[in-house]
């Protein structure tokens, strides 16, 4: 720690940090632009001026920039000296000169770092008389809006999009007052990640498409504390919501997940909750037509079916934990299924029996940012878990900061540091079947087929130790592949071993954990990490249950009266016969579903779940974190939470005692006491009863506006604000809201003088640590396991003569199931098309999976070894999803011109 | 002006490519010899040059559009660049700018219709103690004044036609 004098006040500065980190830490007001906690200094702007001071003598002083200057010891500044001060107006007026000052229609209004720095430095008039410099805006497809007149040329942007993400396609183009920044034409945004250019940005330049068409102001919107549903990464996310509906997603600071940026599925996937793919009633089979019922009918059909005979319940990586819980305990243990069907059952269960008992660290997504070697083993990571593969991908940073610590450049000075690794390949390998987005970032990129990835796997592991099982009959490639990763994994301090679930392949995961496992012996500070399918497959898998293949076979033996399924659409798992089967081999399918999905629609009575926006539950991440959404909708009836639909179905049917649980919190305390591993859920999030300063937190802005007017067209008496026993979070305005406020509870950032996402930095102990309102999310999983070697090295995969081998290809848009009800990411998926290995032109293939055959467009591609092909899982046959040999027929170009 | 561009000059930017540090080094190096061959760098031209040097199209034209020296739109034979800075504005570079423009009538950024002329500003061109400076083609002109002009453009003519 070093002592700094801000304006005659002694504060501590942490060692290597700058005077602006130093000065907005002590709680002073800096204007800035440039400068972001995780892009670091460049000095573009020059709005952080401050005074310094030689010594106590020097009255004089000179203006540096804060963002550029290290908190050296004893260092003297003012931020209130009258030339600083005048500096700082003189600098915004002088951006301000090309700004089209159109606040009222712009939609970063209110929330605007620019308008707050504006009326920080106290600049109103202005005296710049002549025409402003106008620019063209370019279309940048459904995600993001493109207002260029709106630009300060902080250059935060490209330094995102280009240099943290690796974006190519968003670049600055002229110079001076013409400044731009956009695509070279327009077009879609390549990134995965561009949707975080809505928050770098601080103006109007880059605002959210989605967004806008359901504008609201950010002080009229209500905000609630979330978790991102659409991978097992568990992104922390705000949703805001005004008049019953969702209108947008934004980053929640996470320290040790997402931090500062989310993927794009993440923020545009939600629009499901508002999607026309909503059940809102409850409906029931009546001659052969589905009929909406009142919910007490609904219970009494459910009470029929529980007659006639036995209930099993299928649950889903979707729901929360505590859902899966009220239904497995509600139909007993060995009635419950997770809802995947083989191989994926097998996987899953297998990987999360591996993080949790693994002697390696499953690391946080901010810890692996600063391993020094990354091995991805068979997962196409930017597609199954994008926020990992942004991870991932600082990497590259973490080997410029070692450049620059021998440069003695501080890791914040971003120019120079970013130069001196110009030359850099971030310290990935990645082994796939097929070309993934992460292969132009890594150091290597080595195609196999995934037994062979395995066999790879089990290879390195018995390198780097003897005693981990050998591979036989490797090849002279294979051994030279297995001892190069061995020996890079070895070199490394922090190596961290990724892979996942996408080929369905427990040998695949189990050499990964050797690996993992192997490198530990050596003592390396070795991290694993496996992606899962879905937001909560860790706790589905915790829990564990049948397969799906387990409860056909037993509906077929006529063991199952009524199957209830909640929130799982079983058409993604099981092909049009094995679902047909299974529903006419069961007596009554009930169905839990806050969509309508094709399981659904088969059902004989459907009830209609709430959302994740509105209702409470805790979902556990692939590195086993458990945490807690908040409804931040409040759903009128017949909408509730799965796990209360359950709870009713069992005191329909007599089961009184097995559930009563009337609150999210009880809901909890069960589950937490139902299932060991998950004791610690409750540490998760304050209690529905938290209040703090003797109230509870309020959910929306002290200003907001429009209460009783928003609902006059029914009704212009005042109605209460809605209530739920679910959420310590107040509905309204009234309530409490500090900068310390428990972490898992910030319904939005903003303080005086901040409105805009930038008003973090005062939530934060230090920039870019903990937050004031301490640890989001607790992991149920300890520090390390016991876990040794296990499994045996697959034999070497064979290419079949008459069949193709078709593997998954995931996409980070258009294979997920609730985003790709959004609008957003369905006009952002591109169409379905099959790759086929070799060289010959392909226009489309008729494909045979399982009984269908379906006729797809294709291209060939050379990178696939002839005899595999890729498929985009649900996206072509619904339940295709592992692995599987296929007949295939191509229809070449030529032919189908 | 070619599709594509000439063999020679694809195997000098390859050339260059392989002697930098980083391929994308040679960019503007690469498109100066392409300009001195066909004038400007046409859209198809800086895609060649993007994929030679493994730039993106973003990356490459942001770096043609930052230097006035390379021309992202057709130009005239001779290009007539200027000086628009505070010394040659103080020498009256104001009243050769209006003869210029009525020489070879056009405004400032423009070409004249026959091709021959294209009048642009510049940014000091280190000159300013014989203000105010002008460059054509390679060729510095300072101090230049009003009645010097017509000399000057006949000259140019008569070497380009």
């Known amino acids: 720690m070093a002592t700094i004098y801000i304006d005659g006040r002694a504060v501590e500065a942490r060692n290597g940090e700058n005077l602006l980190q130093a000065c907005l830490e002590a709680g002073t007001d800096l204007p800035y632009f440039c400068w972001h906690p995780e892009l670091g200094s460049v000095g573009a702007c020059r709005q952080c001026a401050v005074k310094q001071f030689q010594n106590a003598d020097d009255k004089r002083g000179r203006i540096v920039m804060a963002c550029m200057t290290p908190a050296t010891e004893g260092a003297i500044i003012s931020v209130d000296d009258p030339e600083a001060k005048e500096f700082r107006g003189e600098v915004v007026e002088w951006l301000m000169t090309n700004h089209p000052h159109d606040c009222p229609v712009c939609e970063e209004g209110g929330e605007c770092h620019l308008q707050d720095m504006t ?32 630009c300060i040329a902080c250059y935060r942007c490209v330094r995102f999009y280009r240099d943290y993400a690796g974006g190519e396609d968003l670049g600055v183009f002229a110079q001076h007052n013409n400044v731009y920044f956009g695509r070279y034409e327009s077009g879609t945004l390549e990134s995965t990640f561009s949707g975080n250019l809505v928050e770098v940005c601080p103006t109007g330049v880059f605002t959210d498409k989605p967004f806008s068409k359901v504008y609201s102001r950010k002080w009229d919107m209500r905000g609630a504390p979330s978790v991102c549903q659409h991978c097992s990464v568990g992104c922390n996310t705000i949703l805001n919501e005004r008049a019953g509906k969702v209108r947008r ?52 059909q459910f009470a029929a079916f529980a007659k006639d005979g036995p209930i099993v319940g299928i649950g889903s990586g979707r729901a929360s934990i505590e859902s899966n819980y009220a239904l497995r305990r509600f139909v007993g243990a060995d009635n419950f299924s997770t809802g995947w069907a083989e191989p994926l059952h097998g996987a899953v269960t297998r990987a999360v029996d591996i993080l949790r008992t693994t002697s390696a660290r499953v690391m946080p997504l901010h810890e692996m940012e600063s391993a020094d070697c990354v091995l991805v083993l ?23 900061n070692k450049l620059a610590d021998k440069n003695r450049l501080p890791h914040w000075l971003d120019a120079p540091v970013r130069t001196l690794g110009s030359d850099l390949k971030a310290p990935i390998h990645v082994v796939t079947p097929a070309p993934t987005d992460m292969d132009v970032s890594a150091t290597q990129a080595l195609r196999a087929l995934p037994d062979d990835i395995a066999r790879l796997g089990f290879a390195i592991a018995n390198r780097i130790d003897g005693a981990a099982p050998a591979v036989s009959d490797l090849t002279e490639e294979e051994t030279a592949r297995a001892t190069a990763l061995a020996d890079a994994l070895l070199v490394a301090e922090k190596p961290v071993i990724v892979s ?34 879905e937001a909560n497959s860790f706790g589905v898998a915790t829990m564990g249950g049948l397969s799906l293949d387990a409860v056909c076979e037993r509906a077929q033996a006529g063991q199952v009266g009524t199957l209830v399924v909640m929130e799982a659409d079983l058409t993604r798992q099981l092909d049009a016969s094995a679902f047909d089967t299974l529903v006419r081999s069961v007596r009554h399918l009930v169905v839990i579903d806050h969509s309508v999905t094709p399981t659904a629609e088969r059902g004989e009575l459907v009830v209609p779940a709430t959302a994740f926006s509105e209702c409470g539950g805790t979902m556990i991440s692939m590195e086993g974190r458990a945490q807690r959404f908040l409804q931040v909708v409040y759903p009128e009836a017949p909408l509730q939470v799965s796990w209360r639909w359950v709870r009713d179905f069992a005191h329909a049917s007599g089961h009184e005692g097995v559930l009563d649980w009337e609150t999210l919190d009880q809901a909890v305390a069960a589950t937490a006491a139902g299932v060991p ?11 529905a009863d938290y209040e703090l300063e003797g109230e509870h937190i309020r959910s929306q802005t002290h200003r907001v506006s429009g209460r009783t007017a928003i609902r006059a067209n029914i009704s212009v008496r005042d109605i209460p604000p809605p209530t739920s026993p679910d959420t310590p979070l107040k509905s309204d305005m009234e309530g409490t809201y500090t900068t310390d406020m428990p972490a898992t509870l910030i319904p939005f950032y903003q303080v005086p003088g901040w409105n805009s996402v930038q008003s973090l930095n005062k939530f934060q102990q230090e920039i870019g640590g903990e937050l004031r309102g301490g640890d989001v999310g607790v ?104 692995p599987c040999w296929v007949t295939l027929r191509t229809i070449s170009a030529e032919a189908a011109a | 002006m070619p599709d594509v561009i000439d063999a020679d000059l694809v195997e000098t930017i390859l050339d260059m490519a392989h002697h930098d540090v980083l391929p994308r080094g040679a960019c503007i190096e690469a498109m100066k010899i392409v300009q001195d061959r066909y004038g400007w760098i046409c859209d198809r031209h800086l895609k060649q040059i993007a994929d030679l040097l493994g730039m993106s199209l973003a990356d490459i034209d942001g770096v043609a559009t930052y230097y006035n020296l390379i021309f992202r739109q057709p130009v005239g034979e001779n290009v007539i660049m200027l000086c628009d800075s505070v010394s040659c504005w103080v020498m009256g570079t104001d009243g050769v700018r209006e003869k210029l423009c009525r020489k070879l009538g056009v405004k400032m950024g423009q070409t004249t219709e026959d091709g021959k002329f294209t009048l642009l500003p510049i940014v000091c061109l280190g000159h300013c103690d014989h203000a105010p400076a002008m460059l054509i083609n390679k060729e510095i002109y300072g101090p230049v004044r009003p009645e010097d002009i017509d000399g000057i453009i006949e000259a140019h003519r008569e070497k380009t036609s």
């Open chain 1, 119 to 150: 009326v920080m430095t106290g600049h109103r008039e202005r005296r710049f008389k002549f025409d402003k410099r106008t620019h063209k805006n370019q279309d940048l497809g459904p995600l993001v809006k493109h207002e260029m007149n709106r």
């Open chain 1, 249 to 300: 997603t934004l980053n929640r600071y996470n320290e040790d997940v997402n931090r500062y940026f989310l993927c794009d599925r993440g923020r545009y996937g939600n629009g499901f909750v508002n999607a026309p793919s909503r059940l809102r009633s409850a409906g029931y089979v009546m001659d052969g037509q589905m009929t909406p019922v009142p919910v007490a009918q609904a219970l009494e």
């Open chain 1, 779 to 882: 992991r149920v999983i300890g520090e390390r396991g016991t876990a040794g070697y296990a499994g045996v090295a697959p034999a070497r995969m064979a290419l079949r003569e008459n069949e193709v081998l078709l593997l998954p290809e995931y996409r980070a848009f258009g294979t997920g199931e609730t985003s790709m009800w959004s609008d957003p990411i369905k006009a952002r998926a591109t169409e379905a098309v099959i790759r086929v290995g070799g060289d010959a032109p392909v226009a489309r293939v008729s494909i045979q999976i399982g009984a269908e055959v379906f006729d797809v467009p294709a291209v060939n591609d050379p990178a696939l070894p002839l005899g595999v092909a890729l498929c985009p899982p649900h996206m072509v046959a619904r339940s295709y999803e592992a």
């Open chain 1, 378 to 400: 068979g997962e196409d990571v930017a597609a199954t878990a994008p926020r990992l593969s942004l991870a991932l991908f600082q990497t590259r940073r973490t080997a410029c």
């Open chain 1, 677 to 687: 591993a998950f004791a610690r859920i409750v540490e998760a999030a304050p209690k």
């Open chain 1, 500 to 533: 996942g679930t996408q080929y369905a392949s427990t040998a695949l995961l189990d050499a990964a954990a050797n690996i993992a496992a192997a490198l530990v012996t050596q003592g390396k500070a070795a991290g694993l990490t496996l992606v899962l399918p």
